[in-house]
């Protein structure tokens, strides 16, 4: 084995997949690509990393609610350029065409253009490590959608794509119970 950058380190592991995450603050949305994503429970509960460098990060903060939106392959151009721009000074809803629905529990936006939407309210943050703890109060899947292969990135501006899928249900079944995981 080869010794690398400590610094890059973080690539090795941070291949779990790329969403995009709204908020809405007043009567203004706004989108960001976060990529340092964690599922926390079987309930379900997620974490993700930002903090006041995001111009979102405030309307999590007041509103404490959010959507997880996430995309598939054909929109990677667009969340590359959602997490290359500012929603201070740029409306990325117009600028990257998305189009915002209405979500049953919380303002912020679902996007149509994503194979799912995850509403959530922020059940914590964790300042020392900028994560935010979000509780998922409704989720939304596509189903007639062709294309459903995700992003993840790799930290350096490479990004792997989802591809063949291995099931082992019955194998994982046999050895544990029901909705329980090792």
């Not at 010794?3 to 790329?18: C, D, H, I, W, Y």
């Not at 809803?93 to 922020?122: D, S, W, Y």
Request: hydrophobic share 45%; proline share 3%; with cysteine.
């Amino acid at each position: 084995m080869r010794r690398m950058q400590l610094s890059k380190a973080f690539t090795l592991m941070e291949s779990g997949p790329v969403v995009l995450v709204t908020t809405r603050d007043g009567d203004r949305d706004n989108v960001m690509t976060i990529s340092w994503t964690m599922v926390l429970d079987f309930t379900p509960v997620f974490a993700i990393t930002t903090g006041a460098w995001n111009h979102s990060f405030a309307a999590l903060q007041k509103n404490r609610e959010c959507v997880i939106a996430i995309p598939t392959v054909e929109l990677l151009d667009t969340v590359v350029g959602i997490g290359t721009c500012s929603g201070a000074d740029t409306d990325k809803f117009a600028k990257f065409k998305l189009t915002p629905m209405k979500g049953k529990h919380v303002q912020a936006p679902l996007i149509k253009e994503c194979v799912a939407n995850i509403e959530c309210r922020v059940a914590d943050i964790v300042s020392k490590h900028n994560i935010v703890v979000l509780a998922a109060v409704a989720a939304y899947l596509d189903t007639a959608r062709q294309e459903t292969r995700r992003v993840h990135a790799v930290g350096d501006g490479t990004f792997i794509v989802d591809g063949r899928v291995l099931d082992r249900k019955k194998m994982m079944a046999s050895k544990l119970p029901a909705g329980m995981g090792a």
